[in-house]
């Protein structure tokens, strides 16, 4: 139902934006938020992006680095990375909000930040 793609490997400084798109319902409905994860480590929420009036918000770590934006005509969310740092390498994931829950995941897709 969710479905990211766009990671890949990049050096350090350079860009990468991630796509999420859903195939059975109107993202516009659904606050939209990406997370990361390292193996061993506690997935983190790195940004969303509200249904309601398209307020984003950002952690700490991607702050003025990372940017979500949302385009309704093809039901996609995306995530432009730039200025990456070898500490950004993880895997993405993609998720749909529902009265606060996330409700629907994406498969994840692995960047890695590497020169």
């Known amino acids: 139902q969710l479905q990211a793609s766009g990671g890949g490997l990049a050096q350090p400084g350079g860009s990468l934006r991630l796509s999420c798109v859903a195939s059975?319902?109107?993202?516009?409905?659904?606050?939209i938020g990406w997370f990361r994860q390292v193996p061993g480590k506690e997935r983190e929420q790195i940004s969303c992006i509200s249904s309601y009036d398209g307020s984003t918000t950002y952690a700490d770590s991607v702050k003025c680095r990372f940017t979500i934006s949302k385009d309704n005509a093809k039901n996609t969310v995306y995530l432009q990375m730039d200025s990456l740092k070898p500490e950004d390498t993880a895997v993405y994931y993609c998720?749909?909000?529902?009265?606060?829950?996330?409700?629907?995941w994406g498969q994840g897709t692995q960047v890695t930040v590497s020169s």
């Open positions: 059975t319902f109107s993202l516009d409905l659904y606050a």
């Open positions: 998720a749909a909000a529902s009265g606060g829950t996330y409700v629907y």
